[in-house]
């Protein structure tokens, strides 16, 4: 089994930068790729983006793409999501997820094995 647990969620204003963070315990050393996903309430769960646990190559959704990186610390297998320029629309629950497949399975949410419970961002307009 591998527990993710997410931090680093908040307040921040319109225009702002926040990171999220994920790190996962267990049996992370199974783990091929790490994800971010967000949901806000009344809507699916969405995709964000995701990273290579083995060579930490990252992959972003169009909605974020440019002002969101993702990173990874193979060390202790974490991973950061920093977002930037963040807009009241990016406000949601954000979740991590990983899997033990490759990155090559693509972004659906059914290919992740484990998920963090979730932190919640919150952007002021």
């Known amino acids: 089994q591998v527990q993710l647990v997410e931090s680093g969620g908040g307040l921040v204003q319109a225009g702002g930068s926040l990171t999220v963070s994920c790190a996962a315990s267990?049996?992370?050393?199974?783990?091929?790729?790490m994800g971010w996903f967000r949901q806000t309430p009344g809507k699916e769960r969405e995709f964000v983006a995701d990273?290579?646990?083995?060579?930490?190559?990252?992959f972003y959704a169009d909605a974020v793409k440019g002002r969101f990186t993702s990173y990874k610390d193979s060390r202790v297998i974490t991973t950061d999501l920093q977002m930037n320029s963040l807009e009241p629309e990016a406000a949601a629950v954000y979740y991590c997820?990983?899997?033990?497949?490759?990155?090559?399975?693509?972004?659906?949410?059914?290919?992740?094995?484990?998920w963090g419970r979730g932190t919640q961002v919150t952007v002021s307009s």
């Open positions: 997820a990983a899997r033990r497949r490759t990155r090559g399975w693509g972004i659906r949410q059914i290919t992740y094995d484990y």
């Open positions: 267990g049996r992370k050393f199974e783990l091929k790729t």
């Open positions: 990273i290579s646990v083995e060579d930490g190559t990252p």
